[in-house]
């Protein structure tokens, strides 16, 4: 039956095209923002998803930070041990040579006291961003340890679904305090060859102090710096994952977009043959 008063066809050719520009905007967004997922409406559960990943890359963003400035307070601390051990094995040589009936006590004395002093400077100057590990006191507030943020963990009852938090994982590096380990100023002064022996005995207790905090502080700086190294590979895989769940194929989209352009065009044109159809009607009374 033919109708001037309803028009099926063009109806449903209005509704199919308007289909067509409903993808068609759908696809220049995905082109335009790079993302298939951009909002909660494209797909909410993927949407949910990728909003957790991305606030967890915030957060092991900020992880990397505490473990550059960690993996540097470390890497200042260890050198000034590693200063403080061949300091003491010059001293260690001078007592040495003290132990000669024929050695110049009063030089060997000046000398050995010069060195207890650098070993006091490299002490004091041993400190990043207001941290100290060879002292007793670290940061000045009563603290024994420095405590490095090193990683986030979301597995189990952490879970995002869950409702909880992550667990913040930390390291936490031993203060060396050579501040009272190495009393240096405390040793024997050496005035002949006796005293020059118990010096030595001394400074040789003082080295191996100085050898095994320096070694520690080493093994604390590797493990910081292997940890950041893990960080920053998990954060780009997990930017990957991200990208994989919400970024658009554009490839796909390019050719989605010239497919919906020639849908759109056939679309028009035939609605505009749905709505001339009425005028046949004409010739029924002609």
Do not use: H, Y
Request: no cysteine; proline share 1%; aromatic share 2%.
């Amino acid at each position: 039956m033919s109708s001037i008063l309803t028009n099926n066809s063009a109806m449903v050719a209005l509704q199919t095209l308007k289909g067509i520009n409903s993808n068609l905007a759908k696809t220049q967004d995905q082109i335009a923002t790079g993302k298939d997922i951009a909002s909660a409406k494209d797909g909410s559960a993927v949407w949910a998803i990728s909003k957790v990943m991305e606030s967890d890359v915030a957060g092991f963003n900020a992880v990397s930070d505490s473990l550059a400035i960690g993996e540097s307070t470390v890497a200042v601390a260890s050198a000034g041990a590693e200063q403080i051990v061949k300091v003491l094995k010059e001293m260690k040589e001078l007592a040495v040579a003290g132990a000669s009936e024929t050695a110049d006590f009063t030089k060997i004395e000046a000398e050995m006291a010069e060195k207890e002093a650098q070993i006091t400077s490299i002490i004091e100057a041993s400190q990043f961003n207001g941290v100290n590990l060879l002292k007793a006191d670290v940061d000045g507030n009563g603290g024994t340890q420095l405590t490095v943020l090193s990683s986030l963990d979301r597995a189990g009852a952490n879970d995002a679904s869950n409702g909880n938090p992550p667990t913040i994982a930390t390291i936490d590096v031993a203060s060396a305090d050579f501040e009272t380990d190495l009393d240096v100023a405390g040793r024997t002064a050496i005035t002949d060859a006796a005293s020059a022996q118990t010096a030595m005995d001394e400074i040789e207790g003082f080295l191996q102090v100085a050898i095994e905090g320096a070694a520690n502080l080493g093994a604390s700086g590797k493990r910081i710096n292997d940890q950041s190294d893990f960080v920053s590979k998990l954060t780009d895989a997990m930017k990957s994952g991200i990208g994989a769940l919400v970024d658009a194929d554009m490839e796909a989209a390019s050719a989605r977009l010239q497919a919906l352009q020639t849908q759109q065009q056939l679309g028009v044109q035939a609605l505009s043959i749905a709505n001339q159809a009425p005028q046949t009607i004409l010739s029924l009374f002609r």
